[in-house]
């Protein structure tokens, strides 16, 4: 026979718990193990992880554009927004 555990959830988690209970249609125990495997990670020989590879491509862009320059023009597109949103807010309270 397996020794008992008490367990003291927040009640966030215990809400949240309850939810996935709904979701799966599965009981307290059963859902409660799941999210722990789930969130303890892989065991066993799967639980060695695969290197994170990313694949680089050409970015393509068009002749004249500048790469390093890009965040630049996001900012300005930004601040463009913020100030068109500034003056409607001003404009309602007018």
């Not at 290197?51 to 320059?69: E, M, N």
């Amino acid at each position: 026979m397996r020794p008992i555990t008490t367990v003291t959830l927040d009640a966030d988690v215990e809400q949240r718990l309850r939810e996935a209970m709904r979701r799966q249609g599965k009981g307290f125990k059963e859902t409660l193990n799941d999210a722990l495997r789930r969130g303890l990670g892989p065991s066993g020989p799967e639980s060695e992880a695969r290197p994170f590879v990313v694949k680089s491509r050409p970015l393509r862009l068009r002749t004249g554009l500048d790469p390093a320059r890009l965040r630049e023009l996001d900012d300005d597109l930004e601040i463009a927004e913020f100030l068109r949103k500034t003056a409607r807010l001003q404009e309602r309270r007018e």
